[in-house]
């Protein structure tokens, strides 16, 4: 059974950084996709930043130059540098991976808090 533990998490102040860590249970390159995800109080999850296995990365539009997603395959370790935080990245950032093998399986982690304040 695959297992996503996010870290990271926490209060900061508007402009400030801060680094998500998910870690896996297996080799992150096991995995053809790998991404954070967030969900604000009373709004749908949505996509922050993903990277597949040959490390393409893609990300939101309201994150792009402030966030950056990348991989330690020696530590099955995918982060999420957040930098210039506001209030609106108030979240739950969520790690998710895709395996495509004989058929499509998805993971989430439990995620972890981002409280941005103004």
């Known amino acids: 059974q695959v297992q996503l533990v996010e870290s990271g998490g926490g209060l900061v102040q508007a402009g400030g950084s801060l680094r998500l860590s998910c870690v896996a249970s297996?080799?992150?390159?096991?995995?053809?996709?790998m991404g954070w995800y967030r969900q604000a109080p009373g709004k749908q999850r949505e996509l922050v930043a993903t990277?597949?296995?040959?490390?393409?990365?893609n990300y939101a539009d309201s994150v792009k130059g402030r966030f950056t997603i990348s991989g330690d395959n020696a530590k099955n370790t995918v982060y999420l540098q957040m930098n210039s935080l506001k209030p609106e990245d108030t979240a739950v950032y969520y790690c998710?991976?895709?395996?495509?093998?004989?058929?499509?399986?998805?993971?989430w982690g439990k995620g972890t808090l981002v409280t941005v304040s103004s």
């Open positions: 998710y991976a895709l395996r495509s093998t004989t058929r499509v399986t998805d993971y």
């Open positions: 990277m597949t296995s040959v490390g393409i990365t």
């Open positions: 297996g080799s992150i390159f096991s995995f053809n996709y």
